[in-house]
């Protein structure tokens, strides 16, 4: 099995790294990160690269496709090659995922018409201009689309196809590696939860937060 | 102010990208990633490189320190250049912290001794061997001092430091737009919570699994 992690200039690393620390250990599996060309690419703060191994010429038929995040997916979202690849590359995937607006992406290429997903809460109004039905759900599974919530969401979406492709006690023996408890010191992770006025405030700012 | 990241080889990616992706977006505050040399760092799995922007040499006093975990820091409890790298840079930083088994490059560093801290729930017992005092938390802090338990706990470390850092209301706006109200699928992310077979099964295997 090949797990293959897209990268490209200004991704979230967490949208990244999430799902990475947990499907890497899928048993038997090859996990490629994987960019337009191979190298260094650079996170949306600037501060950090990720190392891709391969290019896309170089990674044909993944079984697992993960899409992250981040503020430099709108200015992908006309970009042939790489939409090209993932039509491609979903044509033969066995799944095909995103994690926060990774799912633009999908969306940019139709792979998301007529289906379920979700995607950053920020940006839930663009995914229906693909076809898309949104739901609000943390992880959500059509087929062999499941699709994340924002940036940390992509965790849980590990955890959830790890269990699809490893069953659940290996899931549960990865979580229990990863000690993922949680305990956020807030409780400010969603938009029904967080104070309105920081509701409100990440809205007006979200070009400078999220981009 | 300077916020560092150590990097080495066969840390594990989420340990360091997880407070990395909080702690980067600090106002006013440059994050750097740091290894004995500059250039791709490998973590534990072998699929991925973060890259380290400077070299040791190059960071001298950071304020905020991180010191992440994995399998990697097994080979470094008596490697003297940077067990002297932390003794120096925790001379005079503000915080210094670690995410898992990242706790016992500080307690070889001798930093610990007398110290409330945590770690990863298969390493506790070797905390005490550097006079560290363990707390059964998901994040301690005792003085300038902040640790975390496995893997994953350095997202609520570095949400907590953030907020001691920059004010509660801009933690919980980063952590709105993270997303991070995490639904794992599972309730198995402590030896507490997990099924008894599955934690007894991870601590015959955890040289397998963590190293």
Do not use: N
Request: glycine fraction near 10%.
């Amino acid at each position: 099995m090949q797990i293959a992690i897209l990268l490209y200039d200004r991704f979230t690393a967490l949208d990244a790294v999430g799902p990475y620390d947990i499907l890497a250990r899928t048993p038997d599996a090859e996990t490629v990160f994987v960019a337009e060309q191979a190298g260094p690419v650079r996170t949306d703060t600037g501060k950090l690269a990720l190392v891709a191994d391969r290019s896309l010429a170089e990674v044909g038929s993944p079984d697992v496709l993960v899409v992250p995040g981040g503020p430099g997916q709108s200015a992908l979202m006309e970009h042939g090659p790489l939409l090209d690849w993932l039509r491609r590359t979903d044509a033969t995937s066995t799944w095909t995922t995103s994690v926060c607006t990774g799912s633009l992406l999908l969306g940019a290429a139709g792979l998301l018409k007529g289906r379920r997903a979700t995607t950053h809460w920020l940006a839930v109004g663009e995914l229906a201009r693909f076809g898309a039905e949104h739901v609000p759900e943390r992880v959500v599974t059509d087929g062999k689309y499941m699709t994340a919530a924002g940036v940390s969401a992509g965790i849980d979406m590990g955890l959830t196809l790890l269990g699809r492709l490893a069953g659940d006690e290996y899931a549960q023996t990865i979580q229990l590696g990863h000690e993922y408890d949680p305990q956020p010191p807030y409780g400010a992770g969603s938009p029904d939860k967080a104070p309105a006025h920081l509701v409100d405030a990440l809205r007006e700012r979200s070009r400078f937060i999220l981009s």
